[in-house]
């Protein structure tokens, strides 16, 4: 073979390759930047943050009209029955305030959102750092990357009928993994109460760009395990306190208030301190189911 | 604009040696190399636009000097010579070392005196030795000073300007006909070009990157390791810096060559010597040659006579001065002493005679004085070194792998990382190195199958977003 052959064959190899690559992520369009995502079902498989940050250019703000926004805390609640919304979990691992921003100014770009129900709790707060995937995501990822062709597997993987562990609901709401429960009862840091700068002016930010797109605010405080919470009840009241007086004025729901203190005292809704288990998230989800459309109507 | 991006390989890359051939259809004269220079100006101001005026200046002054040497006698000849080092060496302190050298003087450090931190200019270190090269060539009459037009080409050359290899001028201007001329370079010596490119593309996206993923895992879990661990992670790190930078030397040399430009390899193998000795012979050449010359023999042809204590002082002084040029800090000092120390023994005891040591402990042995080197290489404090040195002969806890069995986070990636390691620990222990495969290279469908996923495979771990930047750009 000579070299001009060999140059020649790399190039009609490359080009084979990369057509071919196209095609199926055409056809398979995980993310739903590539085909119109109305009426398609979508879900999280792998990288959860890539994920939503790609779902919510498109599927998104085409098929959903209001938001959970959070950690991982609310990652597993699924308010779709509350009436009159359709509300997509935006919730990822390790949340802070700036990547959640990162993940809603996609979906705010093109779309108009009735609800948005914001986690308030210090780990939203704390830092400003984004990592893991939100650092420099890009739409050429759903074109070509480790966790698309992840994506695309599994999709044929379950369209075989085989298992394929833990997706998300079509409104993003990701199952936890069952683990046994494990509380580490201890206070916490001082520093996991801080109030970042960056990540407060994010937040207020975040808000204002709902707001300006028709979307009410229902501030949303998750409940911590009642033990772990009774060590840091002092820190946290501060936490809530400030965060009140920063944030623009919008309902609250304090599952850290009395109302919840049985659930909080029930470890069975628990895999850890923060995590509830999938049997703890269908009970706040149906407190929330109720206690929404109240806190909006008053 | 890094080697690793989609701009360089998609976009400049591409377009530069598009235009490069039309120019050599062109009557102008020498329109191949203006389009070179031009390129390489818009490479290196592309990060720092601000810094373009520190390469041109020291371009402008280098070129002077030279020129200034070149019709006088050989007393003010040796002044103008000297000159010019001194300035040179100046100015690459003024940006690195001013500072440090400051925070060492007790009675400067009592009255807080510091000048600003300048930011220094991408590659400084690098295009400062080529042109202190050139100016010793040009002073020992290897080469008659060039014009400012050539000068500029060499120092500027975008494949080599930020991190190397680190070119000899006459290697290099003598090219610059070829270069002009109106044929191409060959279909051979493309092809070489795009086999080695992908090489050394996958080295560092996907190689180094798997590496420094359980490297940076260890240092930032320095206070918890096993000693073990300790040095899994300090050679993980090794191996991470080796795939890095001769992965980008690599593709250096691809560019270079794809443009018809022949510059220095910079890696061999390193990481199969049998010696310390050895391990330099393959480890950044070009670094290495200038050490040898400029700093090692200098030093010892200044006494009166080559004995072994005055080698082992010319040793360890030139591989503290190559510690220091990495960075303004004692712990690439200390790096360079560490080998400096590794060397003298070497020589010492290749001088004395002495038993030979049977293949596999020297491997080891000079295995285990890179990881333990390279633990102050990595470091970021002298404190911070010592701590994690005493983790490494933390005997409490020998054997412990929590660590290792969380290096590679959670999830899919872990068994990407895993297998990316293991390859690449056998590819630096056993394999050829990318050069010398390069070197061989036959157009041949295995190899033209190997281009094609190398090249495929690392635009897909770039486009995953998990690429970092090159370690050596940081010198």
Redesign the interface.
Known sequence: ???????L??AA??AI??CLNMAVAYCMDPYGVMRDPRGRELRVI??GR?AKFLLSKHYVPANYDSLIIGPSSSENWDLTAIPGFKIYNESILGANVVEEKSIVDQALSVGHFKLALCIMYPTMTSNHVIND?L????S??A?????L??HEAVQVLAALHLPVGRLSAPDGATPLKQVPAYFSLVQFDPSYFHLDPVAVESYIDMLGSLRSRGARIVYIIPPLYEPCRALNAVALNDYKQSMQRILPAAPIIDLDGPDFANFRSDASNYLDCFHLTTSGAIKVDKYLTQQIPISLSN | MSFNSFKYILLFLPLVILLVNLARKLPLPRAPQLCILLASIYFYAYAQPAHLAYLLGSIIANWLIARWMGPTEEGPRKRIFLFGIVLNVTFLCLFKYVNFFFSNIPYLVHHHIQLPNLQFPLGISFFTLAQIMYLIECYEEMIPPSSLFDHATFVSFFPYVISGPIPRADRILHQFPALNARTSPSADVIARALYLFSMGLIKKVVLADAFSKAADYGFNSAKNMSAMEGWFFAASYALQLYFDFSGYSDMAIASALMLGVEIPRNFDAPFQSLSIIEFWQRWHITLSQFITTYLYTPILTSFKRATLRNASFATLTAMAIAGLWHGPSWTFVIFGLIHGVALVINQYWKKKKMSAVPDAVGWVLTMAVVAFANVFFRSPTLHFAVGYVSQMFNWHNAFGTANLSAMNGAGLMVGVYLIAQVVGAVLAVAGKSSETLARNFTPTALNAAATVAFTLGALIFLNSSISKPFVYFAF
Not at chain 1, 1 to 7: A, G, K, P, Q, Y
């Open positions: 073979m000579t070299s001009r052959t060999w140059i064959q790399i190899a490359s390759v990369l792998f990288s890539k995937g650092d420099s995501v890009s050429a990822e074109l070509g990357s480790i966790h062709y992840v």
